[in-house]
Every structure is written in structure tokens, then in C-alpha cells.
């Protein structure tokens, strides 16, 4: 039970380059949730997924999007990438269960710097 | 909107010191309130959580108390190990919502 997996760990790209961040969950898990970390703001939402075949822009959405694959998958695409966009991204999952205080499930993260 | 203030780090300690790391929120209604831990290179992990008011919510010897009256959420050690040393970052979701809101966290370093 592997949980939730990112690849890549680490990713250097110059500005206007695009790639796409893949996370998977092996949880069964309905909804899916990118995230974006630096210092000193926390993480902060960019998209969501609350369930299979549907998307949700969260805090930060610009420059991004998403793809829920299917009920494992959901990666995460930057298009043209910008030096704003260097950070820390997580993946992160939950049952959704529609209980309060419900758990999210955290890979361990892709590290990106944009040139 | 929601939103959630905890204190700034870095904070250092020696081992077997006491720790607390503050947590305020702003959210309308009942929301649920979490501590999640990032160990270094890792990513988050449920710490501990609460899901009324005066809930205590408690894990590896960390607590910390769901206070409606004082909007706060402050989360407490006794006596920290090496091994707490990490970052700690104190969340809510609303009422109505799944979705969570962050504080900025805390940087932990324990010295032996």
C-alpha cells in the first residue's frame, strides 16, 4: 500500500517550457487535491478534484491544469511555465465521505524550480 | 473567508522542553480543525485533529484544544525529542466545505 505517489520528485525547467506533475492514490479515494507550498504562506489549493470526472479551481489556479485521469490519478499540467511557478507541489487525497473533519493524505511532494 | 494565523518560527528547544505553537482561526460556523507535521524531505501527515468545540485531540504526546470562545486551536507538547523536530502546520475546513485552509507553519528544531 503504497498511498499517494508523485513523480517527479525533482524537476528543473526554463520559463516557457510546459511539463505535467503525476500523482496516483491507491486508497480508493474519491477526491484528489493539488497543492502548492513556499515559504512563509503555507499550501495553498490550486484545483480539486471532489470526484471522479470532476474539477474544482481552488485558491490559486492560474497557469494550471488539471486532469483527473481516473479514480487514481490526477495530474497536474503547467503549460508555460513561469519563475512565479517555482515550488513545492503536493498531491494529496481523501475518502469523502461528507463527515466533518475529514483526513487528507499527503504525497511527498515534487520540488520545481523555473529558470 | 476561512483563514488561520499561527505563530511564526523558527523555534528552537532543547530536548525534553516544552512546546507550544499557537493557532487562531477565522471561519464562519463550526469548522473542523487539524494539526498536520512535515518531517524533513516528507510530505504532511495528520497530526492530530478536533471536530467541536472543547474537543481535545491528541497523538505522540502532542494535544491541543478546540476553543470556540477563544477561536483557537494551540498545540502542545510536554517534553519534545529530537525526532519533533519538523515543521507544523495548524488547518481548518468549514462547516459546509472539505476542502482545508492552512496556516503559514512553524519550523521545530529540537537540540539534543
Known amino acids: 500500500n503504497a498511498g499517494v505517489t508523485q513523480t517527479p520528485k525533482f524537476q528543473v525547467l526554463k520559463t516557457g517550457q510546459s511539463m505535467t506533475l503525476q500523482c496516483a492514490q491507491d486508497?480508493?479515494?474519491?477526491?484528489m487535491y493539488w497543492y502548492r507550498q513556499d515559504p512563509g504562506m503555507g499550501l495553498r489549493l490550486i484545483y480539486y478534484?471532489?470526484?471522479?470526472?470532476?474539477?474544482d479551481k481552488g485558491e490559486v489556479p492560474n497557469g494550471y491544469n488539471v486532469s483527473r485521469l481516473n479514480k487514481r490519478e490526477f495530474s497536474l499540467r503547467l503549460e508555460s511555465a513561469a519563475p512565479s511557478q517555482t515550488s513545492v507541489y503536493f498531491c494529496a487525497s481523501s475518502e469523502f465521505t461528507g463527515l466533518k473533519g475529514e483526513t487528507q493524505y499527503f504525497g511527498p511532494g515534487t520540488r520545481l524550480l523555473v529558470l | 473567508g476561512d483563514s488561520v494565523t499561527q505563530m511564526e518560527g523558527p523555534v528552537t528547544l532543547s530536548e525534553e522542553a516544552f512546546l507550544t505553537i499557537n493557532c487562531t482561526y477565522t471561519a464562519t460556523g463550526y469548522p473542523s480543525l487539524f494539526w498536520y507535521v512535515q518531517y524533513p524531505g516528507e510530505g504532511l501527515q495528520l497530526l492530530l485533529k478536533a471536530t467541536k468545540a472543547d474537543d481535545k485531540g491528541s497523538n505522540k504526546g502532542f494535544e491541543a484544544t478546540y476553543r470556540k470562545e477563544t477561536t483557537s486551536f494551540h498545540l502542545e507538547k510536554g517534553s519534545v525529542q529530537v525526532s519533533d523536530s519538523a515543521v507544523y502546520f495548524c488547518?481548518?475546513?468549514?462547516?459546509?466545505?472539505?476542502?482545508?485552509?492552512f496556516g503559514a507553519g512553524t519550523t521545530v528544531t529540537v537540540r539534543a
Open positions: 486508497m480508493n479515494h474519491n477526491s
Open positions: 478534484s471532489a470526484s471522479e470526472g470532476t474539477t
Open positions: 488547518a481548518l475546513s468549514s462547516s459546509n466545505d472539505y476542502k482545508l485552509s
